[in-house]
């Protein structure tokens, strides 16, 4: 790759904010499958941005696992109650 293929211009500047705009919905499967095909092809070419997803989904899936705890009882109601949904 030359110098001028590894700098970042406007256009990879807008490529990888797209990118990560929808790093979420990416990580949750909740694109489009040619949305989901245009940035894996630009994480694959992207060092910075693949870096910035792979954080995201460890950080994700670390949540995931640290959260699997039940609610107790009554707390639905009682915030369902308190929000006038009842």
């Not at 700098?7 to 989901?36: F, N, W």
Request: hydrophobic letters at 35%.
């Amino acid at each position: 790759m030359t110098e001028s293929e590894n700098s970042i211009g406007p256009a990879t500047i807008g490529k990888c904010r797209e990118a990560l705009m929808h790093i979420y919905t990416y990580l949750d499967g909740e694109v489009t499958q040619e949305v989901r095909v245009e940035i894996s092809r630009h994480l694959a070419d992207c060092q910075p941005c693949d870096h910035a997803f792979g954080f995201e989904a460890e950080l994700k899936a670390l949540v995931s696992r640290s959260c699997c705890e039940s609610v107790p009882p009554g707390l639905r109601e009682r915030i369902a109650s308190a929000l006038g949904l009842t």
